[in-house]
């Protein structure tokens, strides 16, 4: 298997990633037998560390995880997901907020942006979930959903003022078990859309040479894991799947971008590890109908709620505090457009690839990922139905459809097993708060939110079990892990809109209304 990069060539390095908590050490290529046993060891030595370190902190406690993926050991958090926080209670604690305008590095302000210009002239999760895939299960499997971020990548925006990483092209070259033959669609089968958001990033080049928001090699790997993983569990553990692509079993749907594409191939790549019976098609939308991200351009009425909503944290009194307290130490001029997620996206970029990052944000990393998330949780406004429903709605009806061809038998595929969608954190976030699941941190690269379908093999009645990065959730609303499909729909009906009634929505000219 190829190398990730260059920086970990020759030396042994412990850096951050982009989950907090979560360190990777890179293991030497073609390590003799000893010392790989002493990068284990040392490895092992830094879990005991972090261990000790999170007994003690009583308010904050976690146990820690020791994998390997590809060349490199990976110690991270296991969250406590039985202390669930949401933004509503959140917000009560004072912790709302975001300290920016329409400045955000998410593929939603890319969205945002784009239609700005119009109307102007414009980590790696990992995880493991091994159960009830075998034919000892009261319950059977019928049908997999899964929603994922895209892998690591350049960042969308440098932070201003602050000594820059050198985003050279060495760090995107693609790992040769990545490749597969695939080809772009539309979502008829038809030539690839104009993409407007990736036009946007390529009229600007990074220091070192490369553009914004492009998936780098370690991204790529990233991806490839989370195939991997995958094939552990729907081929090798349960023959759910064939142990070759097949168009009729697995459906590929992708933002129109490109670092969600490479995302889409790489993780099929590792999921039939590069066997195909015919060519992978990644279908995507028209920009002004995407639904796999919050549209701002195709949908005015969420476009206005959220561009107020940005607005107004700019006069949230913690957010704005923290933000100019940053801004200060950084020596980012007052005039500079700077918020929390701008300074954490060129953070976490810098981090998981190794490359300097200001030594000021050693001592402001937690508080960065907080008003960040803290930020996110204001933007979409839980406590408020319109705001999810329209950044969301069509993709959890979409969800829901896909289950109940399944169940009635009206597919157009009958064959079909899979459906994988490559999105974006700002895809995330939001089908987490709905689904009451969100565990107030990012979602890190490579995260995976898996719907599965099942049926109860005597009684045919039929459940779905969530999964978040490979572990189960208890979904609010249901009573169980396993939760009848009634209960999920009427989780899901509070937030989804079929496609009439989310154009209505969109196309409303006054103000809100909320149950």
């Known amino acids: 298997m190829a190398e990730l990069d260059?920086?970990?060539?020759?030396?042994?390095?412990?850096?951050?990633?982009?989950?907090?908590?979560?360190?990777?050490?890179?293991?030497?290529?073609?390590?003799?037998?000893?010392?790989?046993?002493?990068s284990l060891f040392l490895t092992l030595g830094m879990q005991l560390i972090l261990y000790t370190h999170a007994s003690v902190c009583s308010n904050n406690f976690r146990f820690t995880q020791c994998v390997t993926v590809g060349h490199t050991i990976i110690i991270s958090d296991i969250p406590d997901r039985d202390r669930r926080s949401n933004c509503t209670s959140t917000a009560m604690r004072g912790l709302w907020g975001g300290a920016a305008a329409l400045g955000s590095v998410s593929v939603a302000f890319g969205s945002m942006l784009w239609s700005q210009q119009k109307t102007?002239?414009?980590?790696?999760?990992?995880?493991?979930?091994?159960?009830?895939?075998n034919a000892d299960s009261p319950y059977e499997l019928k049908l997999v959903q899964i929603l994922f971020r895209h892998g690591a990548r350049t960042p969308l925006k440098s932070i201003p003022d602050v000594m820059e990483a050198q985003w050279v092209p060495t760090l995107l070259?693609?790992?040769?078990?990545?490749?597969?033959?695939?080809?772009?669609?539309?979502?008829q089968g038809g030539p690839r859309p104009p993409a407007p958001i990736?036009?946007?990033?390529?009229?600007?080049?990074?220091?070192?040479?490369?553009?914004?928001?492009?998936?780098?090699?370690?991204?790529?790997?990233?991806?490839?894991?989370?195939?991997?993983?995958?094939r552990g569990r729907y081929i090798e553990e349960s023959n759910f799947l064939t142990s070759t692509f097949n168009p009729a079993e697995v459906y590929v749907r992708s933002t129109n971008i490109v670092r969600t594409i490479e995302s889409a191939k790489c993780l099929v790549a590792g999921l039939f590890q590069q066997k195909q019976k015919a060519i992978v098609p990644i279908l995507t939308s028209e920009a002004e109908s995407e639904i796999l991200y919050p549209n701002y351009h195709g949908c005015k009425m969420l476009k206005i709620l959220c561009g107020h909503r940005w607005a107004e944290s700019t006069t949230l009194p913690d957010i704005a505090a923290d933000l100019q307290s940053i801004q200060s130490e950084l020596g980012i001029a007052a005039h500079q457009k700077v918020d929390f997620i701008l300074i954490r996206d060129d953070m976490v970029a810098r981090e998981t690839h190794g490359l300097p990052c200001p030594q000021v944000l050693d001592t402001w990393r937690d508080k960065v990922e907080q008003r960040a998330v803290d930020m996110m949780c204001h933007i979409f406004e839980p406590s408020k139905r319109e705001s999810l429903q329209l950044s969301v709605g069509p993709l959890l009806h979409m969800l829901v459809d896909n289950i109940e061809e399944k169940l009635q038998g009206t597919s157009s595929q009958p064959s079909r097993k899979v459906f994988l969608y490559s999105a974006h954190d700002t895809t995330l976030i939001p089908c987490l708060l709905a689904l009451g699941i969100f565990d107030m941190r990012w979602p890190p690269y490579a995260a995976d939110l898996t719907v599965e379908l099942h049926q109860n093999r005597k009684t045919n009645e039929a459940f779905v079990k969530v999964s978040y990065v490979g572990e189960d959730q208890l979904i609010r609303g249901c009573s169980a892990v396993y939760c009848p499909l009634?209960?999920?729909?009427?989780?899901?009906?509070?937030?989804?809109?079929?496609?009439?009634?989310?154009?209505?929505?969109?196309?409303?000219?006054?103000?809100?209304?909320?149950?």
């Not at 908590?21 to 073609?30: D, K, Q, S």
């Not at 070259?173 to 979502?187: A, K």
């Open 6 to 38: 260059s920086v970990t060539k020759n030396k042994y390095l412990m850096r951050k990633t982009s989950h907090p908590g979560e360190l990777i050490a890179p293991v030497l290529h073609h390590q003799e037998p000893s010392t790989f046993f002493l």
């Open 120 to 133: 102007k002239p414009e980590k790696a999760a990992t995880g493991s979930n091994r159960a009830d895939t």
């Open 173 to 187: 070259e693609p790992p040769p078990h990545t490749s597969i033959d695939y080809v772009v669609t539309d979502l």
């Open 198 to 230: 990736e036009d946007s990033y390529r009229k600007n080049i990074l220091s070192g040479g490369t553009f914004p928001g492009q998936l780098t090699t370690l991204g790529m790997q990233q991806l490839y894991e989370l195939g991997k993983r995958l």
């Open 486 to 515: 009634e209960e999920f729909k009427q989780v899901l009906y509070t937030y989804s809109l079929s496609p009439e009634d989310y154009h209505s929505h969109c196309n409303r000219t006054v103000g809100p209304t909320e149950p």
